[in-house]
């Protein structure tokens, strides 16, 4: 059974960083492509980072330079890193997990989803 398992959120002046991850059991880990996504209120879930079995990563245009994953493949965990917040930040953050090895952005391909973390950053 696939587990993904987030920790990390809170609550944050803007401005100021956080560190999230993600734990999985249950898959062969290092083979596979895992990102983090995000849901704000009234809208969608939206692609925030990834990083491929090959430790190649993807971002979210707006969200490079602020934002940072890595995996760690001995640890199963997955991290984001996520530094000068801003209120337009807080949202959901859901880990999630694609039995293939290299990031795509659309959420209809990741096959295992965590249950989510809030991350709200105060203005």
């Known amino acids: 059974q696939v587990q993904l398992v987030e920790s990390g959120g809170g609550l944050v002046q803007a401005g100021g960083s956080l560190r999230l991850s993600c734990a999985a059991s249950?898959?062969?880990?290092?083979?596979?492509?895992m990102a983090w996504f995000r849901q704000a209120p009234g809208k969608e879930r939206e692609f925030v980072a990834g990083i491929g079995s090959g430790d190649i990563t993807s971002y979210a245009y707006s969200l490079k330079g602020r934002f940072t994953i890595s995996r760690d493949n001995a640890k199963n965990t997955v991290y984001l890193q996520m530094n000068s917040l801003k209120a337009e930040d807080t949202a959901v953050y859901y880990c999630?997990?694609?039995?293939?090895?290299?990031?795509?952005?659309?959420?209809?391909?990741?096959?295992?989803w965590g249950q989510g973390t809030q991350v709200t950053v105060s203005s």
């Open positions: 999630a997990a694609d039995l293939q090895g290299v990031v795509v952005r659309a959420r209809h391909v990741y096959d295992y």
């Open positions: 249950g898959l062969t880990f290092s083979r596979n492509a």
